[in-house]
């Protein structure tokens, strides 16, 4: 073998561990993004369900406003209260789902940190929302369900429903 032959081996070899470097960076970058996304998946299925959950509802609610319109403050408001909720929990399912579905190994890895942060601030809004909203949806929600499943009157039950709410008000802030 002579010099020239050694130096073309020699290149080739470097090449290919350079190769297999690049290689395995990705395989590893690959791998950890797959394991951030396995210990996120709670929360993609969660969103999911959340989300096959309000859209009947909605529609349900929708159904409900109509049908009540002429009894506008006694039944309407309240379906109104739960539309205007179940919307804003609808688009808080879909940015988290987003935020998950964005979150690729083709991407570097701030921006991936930078989508995880997002994915869990998204939670975490919409926990510490759901903490002052559900008091003061509950009533909306009793007032609905009992009219449409029993087609029972809540409103007419008299002052401790009127002190219920205000209660709750003030539980909520």
Known sequence: MDMQELATLWKASDNSIENSLKINKQIMKELSVQKVKSQLNGIKWANIIELLFHVPFLVFLFDFFISHSGLFFKYAIPALVLIL????????????????????????????????????????????????????????????VAKAVFNYDVVELGSWFIWNIIGSVFIAL
């Open 85 to 144: 909720f179940s919307i804003v929990s609808i688009i808080f399912c879909s940015l988290q789902l987003i935020a998950f579905f964005k979150i690729d190994s083709s991407n570097s890895v701030i921006q991936t940190q930078r989508r995880i942060e997002k994915l869990r601030y998204y939670e975490a809004l919409e926990h510490n929302a759901l903490y002052v909203i559900i008091p003061l949806i509950w009533t909306a929600f009793l007032i609905v």
